[in-house]
C-alpha cells in the first residue's frame, strides 16, 4: 500500500524559509514520480514541483521557479520541498502525491497522480 506522509509545515514571517518533507513507503521509491502540491480556500489544487526518481528530472512553475527547490533522498525514501522568500500568497496546505507512471518533465496536474498523503499546513504572515 501506497502511503505518503507530509511534515515539516508551520507558521513563518513573509520573506522565511521553510522545508517540507514527504516520506513514502510501500512501494519501489526510485521507480516513481513525486509531486508537491498546495491549495488554499476557496482555490484550486496548484502544482507547485515534481521530480522523477528515474531521472532526477524537475519541474517548477513559474510562481516558485527560484524559490522553490524539490530534492530526493532515495536512501530515506524521501522528496523535500525547500521553499525560501516565501510569500503571503503561499499559505495553503500542502501535499505529495506518487505516481508510477507520471514523468516530470513540465506543467503537471492532479489528475497525473495516484496517490496522496494528507496534508501539512503552511501558513506565511505578512
Known amino acids: 500500500e501506497v502511503q505518503l506522509v507530509e511534515s515539516g509545515g508551520g507558521l513563518v514571517q513573509a520573506g522565511g524559509s521553510l522545508r517540507l518533507s514527504c516520506v513514502a513507503s510501500?512501494?519501489?521509491?526510485?521507480?516513481?514520480?513525486i509531486g508537491w502540491f498546495r491549495q488554499a480556500p476557496g482555490k484550486e489544487r496548484e502544482g507547485v514541483s515534481c521530480i522523477s526518481n528515474s531521472d532526477g528530472t524537475t519541474y517548477y512553475p513559474d510562481s516558485v521557479k527560484g524559490r522553490f527547490t524539490i530534492s530526493s533522498d532515495k536512501a530515506k525514501n524521501t522528496v523535500y520541498l525547500q521553499m525560501n522568500s516565501l510569500k503571503p500568497e503561499d499559505t495553503a496546505v500542502y501535499y505529495c502525491?506518487?505516481?508510477?507512471?507520471?514523468?516530470?518533465?513540465?506543467?503537471?496536474?492532479?489528475?497525473?497522480?495516484?496517490?496522496w498523503g494528507q496534508g501539512t499546513q503552511v501558513t506565511v504572515s505578512s
Open positions: 510501500g512501494f519501489t521509491f526510485g521507480d516513481y514520480a
Open positions: 502525491a506518487a505516481d508510477r507512471y507520471f514523468l516530470c518533465r513540465g506543467r503537471f496536474t492532479g489528475s497525473d497522480f495516484g496517490s
